[in-house]
C-alpha cells in the first residue's frame, strides 16, 4: 500500500483483482454496422443518447436515437 496527499487528504492506493463485470459494453454500438439498430426501454433514453453521442464522436461513427412507442426508444447506425 502507498499513500499519497493530495488538496490536504490522505488516499491510500491498493492492488488486488478487479471486480467481474467490469469493462463489458451496456449497449452494442461498436458491434453495429449501418442499417442495424436496437430497441431499448424509454427509461433509458436519455442515457442511451448520451451513449451514443459519445460513442459517435470517438469512433467516427452516426448514431440516430427515436422514440418509436410510448415505451421504447430504439438507436440506429446511419453512417
Given at each position: 500500500m ?11 492506493i491498493?492492488s488486488?483483482p478487479?471486480?467481474e ?8 454500438f461498436?458491434a453495429?454496422?449501418?442499417g442495424?439498430?436496437f ?26 436515437v ?8 430504439r438507436?440506429?447506425?446511419i453512417?
Amino acid at each position: 500500500m502507498k499513500e499519497h496527499t493530495l488538496s490536504n487528504r490522505l488516499y491510500t492506493i491498493q492492488s488486488g483483482p478487479l471486480p467481474e463485470g467490469l469493462g463489458k459494453p451496456k449497449y452494442p454500438f461498436r458491434a453495429m454496422q449501418v442499417g442495424q439498430w436496437f430497441d431499448v426501454p424509454r427509461e433509458l433514453d436519455h442515457a442511451v443518447r448520451v451513449r451514443a453521442s459519445q460513442q459517435g464522436q470517438k469512433y467516427g461513427r452516426r448514431y440516430s436515437v427515436r422514440r418509436i412507442e410510448s415505451d421504447r426508444t430504439r438507436v440506429y447506425r446511419i453512417a
